[in-house]
């Protein structure tokens, strides 16, 4: 409450781009403070998160193929009436009451104007039930600029930095194409763990060209010295059309073998584990409870809006009298969809209904990347006619994983095991086809 | 089915040993025409002195407005021949030449291999179908009908050769003065000469600015001992001498022997099949006349016809009243599928049977590959299409073969390397099919030793097709492989590469010759399975690109050749199982292996790939187990993409191969089995 409350005397001192987000915050605030009844909590599909893309970068980073766009002269009033009339637009029509956490990812959504973050938040606020409390995390590129709208973030409405750190090598950001050095990323989680302690997390990229085991742990312990409670840690996949990709391919540069990223993998799920650091999904960890709200509810099949060129969603959208959930994408192209949200009122390309099958596909993909795996109770959330145990019990394949000690199938759910965990996608094949399977049964006995 | 197969035979051993010393041509020559040589060859085909009377009317092209009349061409005055050559040494432009100068087709600069009518014939360079074209030639007041009766190139086809042959008298045997005699051009050399044709040299392409006419008329005289003198120089290209062509042609081409006072008997030498008007059969007449609306009976079936139409191509059909003796023509008579026009039937009168020529023997297919749709359900199409080209390429054997790994398919024999590739690319380009073939084999043989076998099969001697059908060790006396006689034509700074070449291909070097100061002639007996996958696009690039490669069958002969398994942990993959020579199975059992290892996806577990003959491991390869293979960054946008690659693999999954507790993928197979590409 002490940094809400920080955040309305800032705001209050002159700086008036965070107005609409602070007067919110002061009803809210009001609101709790004269008793009046907080709403009980709504149903699942009354709930929902909140994605905001924001598509534009400075420089391309060489392992990069998202939907970016590197652009000069970028219309910032206009991006952020559109981000607004679609972040209406897509709880009316989701028909959402409550927004359990916002995430603004890109792109890079730090060089988007503070300003524009809280009018977002002003928004969701004005249509929907935005809990004080609720995780609203933004991407952070440790450049000086970003370091210092850190503190505008922050009052706009932002209480938790996800920081694009990916190495502390200067050699190695170099050869990633990114635009900050170590000294910037460390000044940068300094800051930002100074203005929300405990919720900053940085990112990290191993499997670099060039690195080795010794290397990547000397650096993980560094890091792990300057960082927050958070860590997300990636293994740097080469993508199709990227700068990277070229020169690997034309052997300029050289990946390290799957043997060694296997092991950079495993030493670094150690070290983590080590120092305080619990792994609760394949490539997130968390020390003193400091997990990802936001993240937690994809892996756990929650809904979401996804606003922004190229922004995915999921949810039912139950304006339109819909039963089933959507996949939703908005148009990719930043200047097209502006002008789609300005002529038709919205930015969606492409709905894809997901039949029960496709969402159950997709609660177990998903579920089964967290350390948790997929609880009986979330389980039944969504198949409420076939437990775990029935749909997957009695396939031999499974009870093979099982064997193989890679999978458990207990009391509480379904899950990885340590091992069967960095294993998942050659785990998920064959329950995926017993999951259709039984449903392709069932489907025929009735 | 089985379609009728049709090729010379038995040039197998008289000829090969006959080659294995070209200076005893000659004196062999002689016993072999009249003893034992088995090449099925019509009496009338023999030389004949070419002094004849000739005592027609002269031939009136006025005349010549609707339908020729076919009675003013006496024997006398006729003359077949064939045009043959290694590739690119010029055949097709000789062919376009004669047909200009002779008004069959009109002198313009589009008339590029007018006879080649495939797309791969023109794009090779190569021809695979054989084609004729009557000409009209008036020399010294006579007019002449020459047959030009176009033949493919290579041995592959030279059943086609042979075919065509045996309704000729005499050959144009062209030569590169560039490059000189090549594999092919010996090798096409000797069908002619076999078959007792007059050979007329020429030496094409004197034009070019290195042309060495000169010398390519001594090689001439040195390998096929023809005089020097007899070589006629001309550019095709140009035209320059190709009158003296046509002249030398009369001169020196005798005509057939055949007589119109005879009952009507005449050769099915080809045939086509055309959708609307069924079975159109190339005929040469052996005797006698047919008229439209004659009934006709051919000898192998005994089933009558009425004649619809017949004529002339030149080269398009040209209906004529009637075919007389000696003439060569095409005919239409109601025959609905191919095989009632078998090639090397004897067609006769209904009312005056006579006693039927001796026919061809079919063609023996040396080459085996396995041909699959690339997608199952392509299934019916390409099957459709496969029936419609083996309708008119009746060498190629079908059999229904299927596969675990591939789905259903078809083994199909071929009679050589280039004749299997010129079938696949026709199904590709003509009927637009996507295939699979899989990597040549040779059919063996094994004779039984065993008497339960022997009384299984019938005979003592049984032929393998398929590696898995090879019989064990045990119950067998001897195995046998298909050989091959290769003629190598070489400049000789290349003799070194290409004598190990040979040797690790097994072969035996019969005989080597200068034919030139540079040039070599290798004779090399070869096992065939050795020179049928790579061993051409070796020799090629040893040499670069200058030596050249023919050969001829030769028989078969007892080799040490096992049984090699494939085993993934332990469990055999039958699709997998090969023939091998002693020799080679340790080499061959690596490189399989290995080319699997590199398809096989890294499992949950490890895999020993393996190659054992009989409980002895030879070779292996491990692919290890996956340590980690899990996507890093999953979020909300990454889900979609994420699942339609998990729904992907899940469904690649059902169409695994189980080997034991290994999958593997269908890729894996067709990367093992598939013919490398070149």
Request: charged share 25%.
């Amino acid at each position: 409450m002490g940094d809400v409350m920080l955040a309305i005397r800032k705001c209050g001192a002159g700086l008036r781009r965070c107005l609409p987000w602070s007067r919110y915050i002061l009803r809210y605030m009001s609101a709790g403070m004269t008793g009046r009844k907080i709403p009980a909590a709504p149903l699942p599909s009354e709930e929902a998160s909140l994605y905001v893309h924001w598509p534009y970068c400075l420089k391309r980073c060489s392992y990069c193929n998202f939907n970016k766009y590197i652009s000069r002269d970028v219309n910032h009033a206009e991006m952020r009436a559109c981000l607004q009339l679609e972040t209406e637009a897509l709880l009316r029509v989701s028909q959402v009451s409550r927004i359990t956490s916002v995430f603004f990812g890109g792109g890079t959504p730090s060089l988007a104007p503070p300003s524009t973050i809280a009018a977002i938040l002003e928004t969701v606020a004005r249509r929907a039930d935005l809990p004080v409390d609720a995780e609203v995390t933004l991407e952070i590129n440790p450049t000086p600029m970003g370091l210092a709208s850190l503190e505008e973030f922050r009052l706009a409405g932002v209480n938790r930095f996800s920081i694009g750190v990916q190495s502390l090598h200067d050699e190695a950001l170099r050869v990633l194409g990114r635009d900050h050095n170590s000294q910037d990323a460390l000044h940068t989680i300094a800051e930002a763990q100074r203005l929300c302690p405990g919720r900053v997390s940085v990112d990290v990229i191993f499997g670099r060209p060039g690195q080795t085991v010794e290397s990547w742990e000397a650096e993980l312990n560094e890091l792990l010295s300057a960082c927050d409670d958070h860590v997300s840690l990636y293994q740097l996949t080469l993508e199709r059309g990227t700068r990277l990709f070229k020169q690997v391919e034309a052997g300029q540069l050289t990946m390290p073998g799957d043997d060694v990223t296997a092991h950079m993998y495993e030493s670094a799920r150690r070290i983590l584990g080590k120092r305080g650091f619990l792994q609760y999904e394949v490539s997130n960890f968390a020390r003193n409870g400091a997990v990802s709200s936001h993240n937690i509810s994809y892996w756990r099949a929650g809904q979401y809006l996804g606003v922004g060129p190229g922004a995915h969603g999921r949810f039912i959208p139950h304006q339109e009298g819909a039963i089933l959930r959507e996949a939703r994408t908005q148009t990719l192209e930043p200047d097209v969809w502006m002008k789609e949200v300005r002529c038709r009122g919205h930015g969606t390309r492409r709905r894809i209904q997901l039949g029960h099958l496709a969402l159950l596909e997709e609660v177990l993909a998903m579920g089964l990347r967290l350390v948790e795996g997929v609880s009986h109770r979330l389980w039944k959330e969504f198949s409420p006619d076939a437990d775990l145990q029935q749909v997957f019990g009695r396939s031999t394949e499974v009870q093979d994983l099982q064997k193989r000690g890679l999978l458990v199938l207990d009391d509480r759910g379904l899950r990885c095991s340590w091992g069967g965990l960095a294993l998942l996608d050659s785990v998920l094949p064959p329950l995926l086809l017993q999951l259709q399977a039984y449903h392709d049964h069932q489907g025929a006995s009735g | 089915m089985r379609l009728p197969l049709i090729t010379y035979q038995g040039l197998g051993f008289p000829l090969v040993e006959r080659l294995l010393d070209l200076r005893t041509c000659k004196i062999r020559r002689k016993q072999l025409y009249s003893t034992t040589f088995t090449l099925i060859r019509h009496r009338w085909m023999r030389n004949i002195p070419s002094i004849c009377a000739f005592t027609s009317k002269q031939f009136s092209t006025q005349s010549e407005k609707d339908k020729i009349d076919m009675s003013k061409f006496p024997v006398e005055n006729i003359r077949n021949f064939s045009i043959i050559a290694h590739v690119d040494h010029g055949k097709s432009t000789l062919a376009d030449r004669l047909l200009e100068l002779t008004g069959a087709i009109a002198k313009t600069d589009r008339n590029k291999q007018v006879l080649d009518k495939l797309q791969v014939e023109r794009e090779r360079g190569i021809t695979v179908k054989a084609q004729t074209a009557s000409l009209f030639y008036t020399h010294q007041g006579q007019t002449y009908l020459l047959n030009l009766i176009d033949t493919p190139g290579h041995v592959d086809f030279s059943y086609e050769v042979s075919r065509s042959i045996s309704a000729c008298q005499g050959v144009l045997l062209i030569v590169d003065a560039n490059q000189g005699i090549q594999a092919q051009t010996v090798a096409n050399f000797y069908l002619a000469f076999e078959a007792h044709l007059s050979i007329i040299p020429i030496v094409n392409k004197i034009d070019l600015k290195n042309a060495d006419p000169e010398g390519v008329e001594t090689q001439i005289e040195k390998v096929f001992e023809i005089p020097k003198e007899d070589c006629i120089r001309i550019s095709a290209k140009l035209g320059t001498n190709v009158e003296r062509v046509l002249e030398e042609i009369v001169n020196r081409i005798p005509p057939p022997k055949a007589k119109t006072d005879d009952p009507f008997k005449a050769l099915v030498f080809d045939s086509t099949f055309d959708h609307y008007r069924g079975v159109v059969a190339s005929i040469a007449v052996f005797g006698g006349q047919v008229r439209k609306g004659d009934r006709i009976m051919s000898a192998h079936l005994g089933k009558v016809y009425e004649v619809n139409e017949l004529g002339i191509l030149r080269p398009d059909e040209h209906p004529t009243d009637r075919l007389l003796a000696g003439q060569v023509g095409y005919m239409i008579a109601g025959m609905k599928e191919v095989k009632e026009a078998q090639i090397g039937d004897t067609l006769f009168l209904q009312k005056h049977p006579v006693e039927p020529l001796p026919g061809f023997k079919p063609a023996k297919a040396m080459v085996f590959a396995g041909m699959y749709p690339t997608d199952q359900s392509e299934y019916n199409s390409l099957r459709s299409a496969v029936e419609r080209l083996t309708l008119n390429d009746s060498s190629v054997t079908v059999q229904r073969d299927s596969s675990h790994a591939l789905g259903a398919g078809w083994r199909l024999g071929f009679l050589g390397l280039l004749h299997m590739e010129v079938f696949n690319q026709r199904l590709e380009q003509e009927y637009n099919a996507s295939v699979i073939v899989t990597t040549p084999t040779v059919p063996y043989k094994a004779i039984l030793s065993s008497a339960k076998l022997i009384k299984e099969y019938g005979e003592k001697e049984i032929t393998i097709i398929n590696p898995a059908q090879f019989p064990d060790r045990s119950v067998v006396s001897e195995y046998l492989e298909p050989m091959v006689l290769g003629t190598i034509i070489t400049p000789d700074e290349y003799i070194g590469k290409i004598m190990t070449l040979c040797q690790n291909h097994r072969a035996i070097q019969k005989n080597m010759l200068y034919i030139d100061d540079k040039r070599v002639m290798m004779k090399y007996l070869f096992p065939l399975n050795e020179v049928i996958v790579d061993f051409y696009d070796h020799l090629k690039s040893l040499s670069s690109g200058y030596g050249s490669f023919d050969y001829e069958e030769a028989g078969y002969q007892p080799a040490d050749l096992i049984k090699m398994d494939i085993l993934l942990n332990g469990k055999p993959v039958e699709e997998l199982i090969t023939v091998v020579h002693k020799d080679k199975a340790y080499s061959a059992g690596k490189a399989l292996c290995e080319r699997l290892k590199d398809c096989i996806p890294r499992q949950l577990f490890e895999i020993a790939v393996q190659a054992a003959i009989g409980s002895k491991i030879i070779a292996r390869e491990t692919i290890k187990a996956y340590r980690k293979n899990v996507l890093a960054k999953c979020y909300g946008g990454d889900i979609t993409r994420k699942m339609k690659l998990l729904k992907k693999q899940a469904e690649g999954k059902k169409k695994m191969r189980m080997i034991g507790n290994v999958e593997v993928p269908r890729d894996a197979f067709i990367n093992v089995l598939k013919r490398k590409d070149k």
